[in-house]
C-alpha cells in the first residue's frame, strides 16, 4: 500500500509539472494584451508595465522565473487585481466553490442512487419511466436553465429561499440544486442499469432463496456492485463540481473560482492563468487517486498495486 | 469491519461538509458577521440601502486603480481637489474654492480646506504631492497616471519617459509642489481649459503619505489597511475577492452634514436577470446596468433609470494596408449604408440612439454661451442614406478599379457586439454590391492586441471620456495619436485640434469652433469612422431612493446626496 501510493505521488507530481509547463507555453501563444486599458497606453508607459511584470524577459527565462518561483510556492501576482497574490485569489475563491460543488455532488449522487435503485427495483413500472424522466430532463437541460427557473419561481415567487450571494447554508440551497441536477441524472442512469444486470445475477438469485430482505438484496448485495462504475464517472465530475460551475456562480453571485479563471483567461492575466490550471490539475490528480482507493474499499476484490500483499 | 468502511466514508464526508461550510459562507469573520447584521438592520433603520455592483473591486489603491468599480469606489470614500456634482458640475472637494491661475493658464495655485483623513490626521497639500508623485512613478507601473499626467502636467512626460529607458528619475521634476501646509502649486504644459474636471478623477486623488508608509505592501489591500477622506468609509472588504463591501458613514468628512446615508450595503452580482430577481425580492435597492434584454421588461416602470452616456461606437476603418479603405468614397458608402434608426430601436432596443456625430450629445457645454457642444454641428453629419451609399461606392469601386471588395470585420465576443456584427454584414453585404465582410468576433484583451498591431480592417470600438471635455474626442484622430491606430491623417484636422489645444485653449467659443470644424472634416470630409451609435444605460432604482447620482466621466456614481425618502 506505501509502496503503490508513493509510487503515485511520484507520476502525480510528473503530471504536475508536465501540465504545468504545459500550460506556460499555451499561455504564451494565447493572443492578446494583458493590458486592459491598452488602448490608452503610450510606448513608455507599456514598455514600463512590460518591465513591471517581467514580460520583456525571453520566454524561456520566463519559464524558468516561473518554475523556480513554483518551487518555493510563488504563484507571483496577478495582473488584474493590484497588488494581489495568486495564493491568495485562489484560497479565498476556492472555498465557495469548493462547498457548493461538493453538496451538489452529495446531494445529487444520493437522490441518484435511490431513484437508480429505485427505477432498477420496480423496472418498467409507472416509477421507472418517471424517474427516466427526472434523469433525461435531469442531463439534457443546461443547469443555467434550472438556475433561472428555481431563482424566480423559488426564490422569487414563493420567497422560499434567497435567490443570490453567499451568506449562509440558506443561500446554498438553490444554486446546490441547479447544480446537482447533472450528478443526480447521471448517477440515477448508471446506478439503474448497473443494478438491472446485478439484479439478475446468481448470487443475488442466491440470496433471494436465502430469504434475505428486500433492503439487505438491494443496498448491501446489488448496489455495491452496482457503485464501481459511478464512482468512475463521478470523480472527474467532482473536480469539475468543485472547482466551480462558472454559470451558476455568476447567476447566483456566488464569489467562487469559476469567473476567476474564465476572467483571467479573457484578460490574458497569465499568474493567474497558471495559478488556476496547477490547482485544477492537483484536485484533478488527487481524485483520481481517491477513486481508485475507493474501489479497494468498495468492492474488496479488487487489489491495489497488482494486488499482492 | 464492513459497517466501519462505510461509517468511515459517512462521517468523512459530513466533516468534511461542515468544515466547507464553516470556512465558506464568508460568515466565518468579523466582516462577513457585520455585513449579515448589517443587512438585517437595513431593514429597520431608515438610512440605508443596498446596492449591487457587476464587478469586484480590483484595486483600492487610487494610484493603481483603473476600472470603473475602482474609480466609483474610491470616490465615495475618498475626495481629490474637486468632485462632481448630481448636475455634472466640477465643485470644490478638498480645495477651498476657487484656484489662482497664473495669466498664461499654466500654474494653479489651490488652497485647502480643513479636512481630515478618517484616521484624524490632516489631509495636506504633501498628501496631493505625494500620491501624484506615486502616480507617476514608473516603479509603480501605474495604469492611469502617465495616462492623465502626459502631456498635461509639466515634467510627466519626461519622468515615463526616462522611467520606459530604465533610466533613474527625479520625481520633484513633476509639476506639483507644496508651498505649506494647505497650499498646493500645480504647473501644467500647457493651459488646460477642462484642468479641474480633471482634479476630480482618482488618480489625482491625495494619500496620507505617513499612513501608505506604514502600510507597506499591504497598503489597500484590505479596508482596514486604509485611511478615507470621502463622505464614506469602505468597511467589510477582505480585499480584491470579497464579493460584499459597506460604505459607512465617514464623520470625518469636512461635509458630513450633507450626508444623508449612514450605510449602502454591497454586493456583487453580474447576471442583469438575477439583479432584476433580487432587486424583487427586496435585496436590492439598486442594480448594476442592465443588459439589453432585460430592459423592455421594464419599460414605463418608474423604478427604471435611464440616461445617456456619453461613450459612442463606431466603425473605425483601417487605412494602413487595405487599398480600397484608402479610398474616401469607399469609407462614405460604408458609413452611409447602415440603418443606424433600425439598429438602435430593433437590435440595441435600450434606448440608445443613433449617433451622426463624433463628440457625443448631451456630453459638454461651452462655459461662455452654455451651449451644447452639439449645437454647433447638429446631429446629421453622416447619416444613413442609401442613394448616397451607392453611389460613392460605385465610384469608390471604379478609383480602385475592383468590382468586389473582401473586408475583416473586428469586435468583441459579447453577445451586443455579436448581434451588432450580424446586423452590420447584412446591411452592408445587401446594400454594397460586391462587398464581402468577415467577422471576426474576438476577447476584448484581442481585440486591443490587434487594434495596436492595426491587423483588422473595419472594427466596433467604442470610446468613453475620462474627462468633461470635447478634446478627449478630439485628440483621438490626431495623426499618429495613440488611439487613432487607422492610419488616419489630416493636416487641416491636426491643426484644428493643435489650436484648441494652444492658441483657443483660453478662448472657450472659438475653440469649440475649431473642435466643430476639427469634427466635419473627420466626418463629412474624410469619413475616417463610422459612428453609429451613443450608448444608454438603464438600472433599476428603488422609488424609496432620493438624489440617484450618477456621472457622465469617471467614477460612475457619487451618494453624498443620496438618501432615503
Known amino acids: 500500500m506505501v509502496k503503490y501510493l508513493t509510487q503515485r505521488v511520484i507520476y502525480m507530481i510528473i503530471t504536475l509539472f508536465l501540465i504545468a509547463t504545459f500550460t506556460f507555453f499555451l499561455m504564451k501563444i494565447i493572443p492578446g494584451t494583458p493590458f486592459t486599458n491598452a488602448s490608452k497606453l503610450s510606448e513608455a508607459q507599456l514598455s514600463i508595465m512590460i518591465n513591471k511584470y517581467g514580460l520583456n524577459e525571453p520566454v524561456p527565462v520566463q519559464y524558468m522565473n516561473y518554475i523556480v518561483n513554483l518551487l518555493k510556492g510563488d504563484l507571483g501576482v496577478s495582473f488584474q487585481f493590484d497588488n494581489v497574490g495568486v495564493t491568495e485569489i485562489l484560497m479565498n475563491s476556492i472555498g465557495p466553490s469548493a462547498t457548493l460543488g461538493f453538496q451538489a455532488i452529495l446531494f445529487g449522487s444520493i437522490f441518484g442512487i435511490i431513484l437508480g435503485v429505485i427505477s432498477a427495483l420496480r423496472q418498467n413500472t409507472w416509477v421507472d419511466y418517471g424517474s427516466t424522466l427526472i434523469a433525461v430532463l435531469g442531463k439534457s437541460i443546461p443547469s443555467f436553465v434550472f438556475a433561472g427557473l428555481l431563482q424566480y419561481y423559488i426564490g422569487v415567487k414563493l420567497g422560499w429561499f434567497p435567490v443570490a450571494f453567499w451568506r449562509g447554508p440558506e443561500y446554498s440551497v438553490l444554486p446546490t440544486i441547479a447544480l446537482a441536477m447533472f450528478p443526480l441524472a447521471t448517477t440515477a442512469r448508471f446506478v439503474r442499469t448497473e443494478m438491472v444486470e446485478v439484479m439478475e445475477s446468481d448470487y443475488i438469485t442466491l440470496a433471494k432463496a436465502k430469504g434475505a430482505s428486500w433492503f439487505d438484496i438491494a443496498f448491501k448485495h446489488a448496489l455495491r456492485n452496482a457503485l464501481i462504475p459511478v464512482i468512475t464517472v463521478l470523480g472527474p465530475l467532482v473536480v469539475s463540481l468543485m472547482t466551480g460551475s462558472l454559470v451558476i456562480e455568476k447567476i447566483f453571485g456566488i464569489p467562487g473560482i469559476g469567473e476567476q479563471f474564465v476572467k483571467s483567461i479573457t484578460v490574458n492575466d497569465y499568474p493567474v492563468i497558471m495559478g488556476t490550471t496547477i490547482l485544477f490539475a492537483v484536485l484533478f490528480v488527487v481524485v483520481i487517486l481517491i477513486v481508485d482507493l475507493l474501489y479497494g474499499i468498495i468492492d474488496p476484490r479488487i487489489r491495489l498495486a497488482g494486488g499482492k500483499k | 469491519m464492513k459497517k466501519s468502511k462505510y461509517f468511515l466514508l459517512l462521517a468523512l464526508s459530513l466533516i468534511l461538509s461542515m468544515f466547507l461550510a464553516a470556512c465558506n459562507y464568508g460568515g466565518g469573520d468579523s466582516a462577513g458577521d457585520e455585513k449579515e447584521n448589517g443587512a438585517d438592520e437595513g431593514k429597520a433603520a431608515a438610512q440605508e440601502i443596498k446596492a449591487l455592483e457587476s464587478a469586484l473591486i480590483p484595486a483600492m489603491d487610487s494610484v493603481m486603480a483603473q476600472d470603473t468599480v475602482s474609480f466609483s469606489t474610491l470616490n465615495n470614500v475618498n475626495e481629490g481637489l474637486y468632485r462632481l456634482d448630481p448636475n455634472q458640475e466640477v465643485v470644490p472637494g478638498m480645495a477651498d474654492g476657487e484656484p489662482e491661475v497664473s495669466e498664461d ?461
Open chain 2, 105 to 565: 493658464g499654466t500654474v494653479y495655485t489651490f488652497k485647502l480646506r480643513d479636512a481630515k483623513w478618517s484616521n484624524g490626521d490632516p489631509v495636506t497639500a504633501n498628501d496631493f504631492v505625494y500620491a501624484w508623485q506615486r502616480a507617476i512613478d514608473p516603479k509603480n507601473a501605474s495604469p492611469y497616471g502617465p495616462y492623465m499626467m502626459d502631456g498635461k502636467i509639466k515634467g510627466a512626460a519626461e519622468i515615463s519617459a526616462a522611467g520606459a529607458e530604465k533610466k533613474e528619475v527625479d520625481l520633484n521634476t513633476l509639476g506639483v509642489k507644496a508651498i505649506d501646509e494647505k497650499t498646493l502649486e500645480v504647473t501644467l504644459e500647457r493651459p488646460i481649459p477642462y484642468f479641474l474636471s480633471l482634479m476630480a478623477f482618482p488618480t489625482f486623488y491625495p494619500q496620507n503619505q505617513k499612513f501608505v508608509e506604514e502600510q507597506g505592501a499591504d497598503y489597500a489591500k484590505t479596508a482596514e489597511n486604509l485611511v478615507y477622506n470621502g463622505p464614506f468609509a469602505l468597511s467589510g472588504w477582505d480585499g480584491s475577492t470579497d464579493s460584499s463591501w459597506t460604505y459607512t458613514k465617514n464623520k470625518e468628512y469636512w461635509d458630513a452634514e450633507t450626508v444623508k446615508l449612514e450605510k449602502v450595503q454591497w454586493n456583487v452580482l453580474q447576471e442583469s436577470q438575477a439583479a432584476a430577481n433580487a432587486f424583487e425580492t427586496g435585496e436590492a435597492d439598486i442594480t448594476p446596468k442592465l443588459s439589453s434584454d432585460i430592459v423592455p421588461q421594464y419599460e414605463g416602470d418608474e423604478r427604471l433609470v435611464k440616461w445617456l452616456e456619453p461613450t459612442i461606437f463606431w466603425l473605425k476603418m483601417n487605412q494602413k494596408d487595405n487599398e480600397a479603405l484608402q479610398n474616401v468614397d469607399v469609407r462614405k458608402a460604408i458609413a452611409q449604408a447602415i440603418n443606424k434608426e433600425d439598429f438602435v430601436n430593433s437590435v440595441l432596443n435600450n434606448g440608445s440612439i443613433v449617433a451622426n456625430y463624433a463628440v457625443p450629445n448631451e456630453f459638454v457645454k461651452n462655459d461662455e454661451t452654455g451651449k451644447d457642444f452639439r449645437e454647433i454641428n447638429g446631429n446629421e453629419l453622416l447619416p444613413y442614406n442609401l442613394d448616397e451609399a451607392k453611389k460613392a461606392w460605385e465610384k469608390g469601386l471604379a478609383a480602385i478599379g475592383t468590382d468586389s471588395v473582401e473586408l475583416r470585420y473586428l469586435t468583441d465576443d459579447t453577445e451586443t457586439a455579436k448581434k451588432t456584427a450580424e446586423y452590420i454584414k447584412n446591411q452592408l453585404e445587401t446594400n454594397l454590391t460586391g462587398l464581402t465582410i468577415k467577422v471576426e468576433s474576438v476577447p476584448f484583451s484581442v481585440r486591443l492586441d490587434r487594434e495596436n498591431s492595426q491587423d483588422y480592417d473595419l472594427q466596433l470600438a467604442g470610446w468613453g471620456p475620462d474627462y468633461l471635455d470635447p478634446m478627449t474626442f478630439s485628440d483621438l484622430w490626431l495623426t499618429g495619436g495613440g488611439n487613432n491606430k487607422m492610419d488616419y491623417s489630416n493636416a487641416k484636422y491636426d491643426q484644428l485640434v493643435k489650436d484648441a489645444q494652444t492658441t483657443l485653449a483660453q478662448k472657450p467659443v472659438e475653440r469649440y469652433e475649431a473642435l466643430a470644424d476639427a469634427e466635419k472634416i473627420l466626418l463629412e470630409e474624410d469619413a475616417a469612422i463610422a459612428p453609429l451609435y451613443q450608448r444608454s444605460s438603464n438600472l433599476l432604482v428603488n422609488d424609496k431612493i432620493d438624489n440617484f447620482t450618477y456621472h457622465l466621466v469617471g467614477p460612475e456614481y457619487s451618494y453624498k446626496w443620496t438618501s432615503v425618502k
